[in-house]
């Protein structure tokens, strides 16, 4: 799906992905992006900012409450804090125009392998439960102190895989790859910003543990909060 009001870069896309064998549903207005979403069920989206109705980036949350869709944001956007933004909401990849057309298929195909990839085998651990901590893969739930807690996709990707593995520090850059499994962008100030929502959250909920350990000059790991 394009997401795109611009009608010479809907027809110039229309025509660059469906040479490349792709089938193109097209929409112009953000609200007719949730619409469509549900009717047609794309493979994966590319989503502009600028839109009329509703912009890109409510549009990418709204979407991330529901499905982890593999979404690509292309705008004309390059600021620094747009691409922060657009990766904290759940993005796979953020392309800043003008982009390159070969580049862009290139993104499209790595971000939608990446998404087959993500199938684990059917006997890797469906939850995981720690001292006042259970986490479900398979619903999304989380209850820390016994408390459900509602997490974004991108804060329970961090949560599950420091909760698979407790005893292992992780630096910001190892995350930014596990994460969002991108070096593109490179910033490990997201995966900082990242952590403070997830340590509030979670603080929120008053719970006598202590989950995300800062390792300084490292890291962070998966820890509990001293007695």
């Known amino acids: ?15 660059l992905l469906t040479r490349e064998g792709y089938r193109v ?14 009717n047609c069920k794309p493979a994966l989206l590319l989503l502009d900012i600028m839109m009329p109705g509703m912009d890109g ?3 990418c949350r709204k979407i991330r409450k529901e499905s982890d869709l593999p979404i690509i944001i292309l705008s004309a956007r390059d600021e620094n804090e747009d691409k922060i933004l657009g990766f904290l909401l759940g993005c796979d990849d953020y392309v800043t125009k003008p982009f390159d057309s070969a580049e862009l298929i290139l993104r499209i195909k790595a971000v939608l392998r990446r998404d087959k990839d993500h199938s684990l085998p059917e006997n890797w651990p469906n939850v995981v439960k720690l001292p006042g901590l259970i986490i479900n893969r398979s619903t999304r739930i989380i209850e820390v102190g016994g408390k459900e807690v509602d997490l974004t996709p991108k804060e329970f990707a961090l949560l599950w ?9 992780y630096t910001r850059e190892q995350l930014l790859y596990q994460i969002w499994e991108t070096d593109y962008y490179g910033n490990p100030a997201v995966v900082t910003t990242l952590v403070k ?9 008053n719970s006598n543990y202590y989950y995300i350990c800062t390792i300084h000059g490292l890291g ?3 820890g509990v909060k001293p007695s």
């Open 197 to 205: 929502r997830l340590r509030k959250k979670i603080d929120q909920t």
């Open 1 to 15: 799906m394009v997401a795109e009001d611009d009608v010479s870069i809907q027809q110039f896309l229309n025509i």
């Open 25 to 38: 549903k097209v929409v112009g207005q953000g609200t007719e992006v949730i619409t469509e979403w549900h």
């Open 161 to 169: 895989l420091l909760s698979n593995n407790p005893d292992q520090v």
């Open 220 to 222: 962070y790991k998966l």
């Open 57 to 59: 980036f409510e549009v």
